[in-house]
């Protein structure tokens, strides 16, 4: 029988302290896909585990990835996202170029013609149309580890989709690894996902990936799509027959369903307390498709959709963290052709941690 993880995991500052010096400074994250700096000077700020980081396209074309924290006075320099050419700290205005180094100080001209002044930067990689991020400048590149799941996504060419957002997701009163757990199986559709899920998407046997760095599962769509005049000539019958989730560990996971991607990552505020980031890109422009669904819809009408979805599982996993402060509470069994999703995420976090 395989046990979850202990209930100890998901409440305790201390286990979250080792898993942010672990992993979330040294593992890759998504933080987007490549479209969402369409143009030169395109920023996305995020936080990893209370880091502030900006991820920055510069006038040379080359996305980068700073911390987002002035050399001054240790402001916060730039908000949510946008297009600059180039980054203003809003305390004293000192200003940064797109190679990270300082630009402007009121003042202080000295301290610029010096050129010693330089923001921090971070390794960031792209694969299949995402952009990772590394906090560790030293970081091993992340494609060799997603050779398998290149190969079993490369027929939908992902990288050539057209229409792409990205937006926050809010914070959660739950553990981050609660949130990559429901969204690591199928098996809760039917009680939490009535409406939004479970009509489209049936859920299937999981088996094993095997790699210790992802795991796959399988959601069979209720109706099969129809094959289109611009579908890439590798997809096949099963492709439009399936929709495919993967689990990038240690933080995000995304679903490709044959014309469109979306995808969510989670970092930790505290034991209890999760911020994320969510997103999607689809091959037609202006349109994407829920999950499961035989029919396109505006980006409108699925950001719609998907505040439903995510309020569903955010609940689910906020009725978790609170029934983990119970006197009695255990790890329960989990189901290997249901929540094999599960079991692998808590292999590797085993694994990375040396957790029993």
Known sequence: MTLGLSPHAYRDSKMLDAEIETLFQREW???????????????????IAAQPVVVWRGSDGQLRAFENVCRHRMSIIASDCGVADQLQCPFHGWTYGWDGSLKGAPGGRDIVASGEVLLPQFSIETWMGFVFVNLDPQAQPLAPRLTRVTDMIAPYAPEEFKTSFRDDGGRVGAN???????????????FVHESTLAANLRGAPNPPSGTGAWTVSVEPRTKTLAAQPDDPAALSEAHRATTYTFGIFPATVFNIDVDNIVWFSVFPDRADL???CFGGASRHAGSMRILGDNKPSSVDE????????GAEDNLACERVQQALQGKFVKAGPLLPEKENGVI??????RE???LK
Request: glycine residues 6%; proline residues 4%.
């Open 274 to 276: 999760t911020s994320s």
């Open 344 to 349: 692998e995420f808590h292999a590797y976090l």
């Open 29 to 47: 994250l998504c933080i987007g896909r490549e479209t969402d700096f369409a143009e030169p000077g395109s920023y996305v700020t995020c936080r």
């Open 302 to 309: 699925y950001l719609t959709w998907a505040a439903q979805l």
């Open 176 to 190: 981050w690894k609660l949130m990559m757990e429901i969204g690591l199986e199928s098996y809760h559709f039917p």
């Open 352 to 354: 990375r941690l040396n």
